[in-house]
């Protein structure tokens, strides 16, 4: 199935702030025939994403770099987290345009040859529309 088995009642933005929350009233094809009936949902619209996990050959190390999160905050967890280098793509901004912006501006690092497309994937399909492009590159 794809997008076409996919029939789109309504949809209305009913949050904006830094980030958005899409209502969509839809429904869909049934893998045994016919549709389902007509179901809400609310998609967390943050917008698309690249991140590249620089690598070291002379040390023979990869890069990490520690940010504040409010999602684990308000999870209760540490909101100081570990991960690699990421950010949102901007307008008329490629994946590699994306991460040598972010490995400037979040680690002062400047990432050297071709970087190799590790995975492309959601992030939450159940609820949050962002892809996520992941890289490797030398640094």
């Not at 917008?47 to 409010?70: M, S």
């Amino acid at each position: 199935m794809d997008r076409n088995d996919v029939e789109l009642m309504e949809k209305k933005t009913v949050y904006q702030g830094y980030f958005r929350v899409d209502r969509y009233r839809l429904r869909h094809r049934l893998f045994e025939g016919g549709w389902s009936g007509v179901v809400q949902r609310e998609v967390f619209e943050r917008g698309h994403a690249v991140a590249v996990l620089p690598y070291d050959p002379v040390f023979n190390q990869v890069l990490l770099i520690e940010q504040f999160r409010a999602g684990p905050y308000a999870h209760g967890g540490n909101p100081w987290q570990i991960e690699i280098i990421a950010g949102i793509i901007n307008s008329g901004e490629d994946d590699l345009q994306v991460i040598q912006r972010e490995a400037l501006e979040e680690a002062d690092c400047r990432l050297t040859g071709s970087p190799v497309l590790v995975a492309r994937y959601y992030m939450s399909p159940g609820a949050v529309s962002e892809h996520m492009a992941v890289y490797c590159a030398r640094a």
